[in-house]
């Protein structure tokens, strides 16, 4: 199975496709876009055309996505959601199984402990998979994880 986890963001997008075996899975690639400082509109266009991009070039079966955690800070919560909603869409466009994975799930799956910080799990991510050097923001590792997460659960296909 290929996956393309997502760590959703208006500031910072972390793609990633990972395939193969839950007990050793392969990354493909990964990155992290920053959308252009700007209007909201394209900001958000940015997010669709990546996504799209991903989902054209590397045919995923599955587009696992990170679901929303909500902080105290509404207005970052929105524009996530906003963000998300240009994701689903660029799913939608290309037919494409989406399946939304709890941040504690995620956790669960790279760190054996849902409640891990995001060193715990940036710590443990190049245990589970081989990551051609390269500095990572957190966002591409969290996609990783994500992507990882998706593996481990088997979700099923179609």
Known sequence: MRVLG???GFDRLGLAIL????????LVWS???QPPKGEQNERLA???KAVSEALAEYSPDLL???TLFF???KKTAISVAEARGAILAAAGTHGILVKEIAPGQVKLAVTGYGASDKRA????IPKLVSLPEKKRLDDELD???VGIAALSNRYPQG
Do not use: Q
């Open 46 to 48: 940015c997010v669709f």
């Open 19 to 26: 395939e193969g075996d839950p007990s050793k899975p392969t």
């Open 71 to 73: 902080s105290t800070n």
């Open 143 to 145: 996609a990783i994880a």
């Open 121 to 124: 799990v940036a710590l443990m």
């Open 6 to 8: 997502i760590d959703p």
């Open 64 to 66: 696992a996505l990170e």
């Open 31 to 33: 990155t992290c876009v």
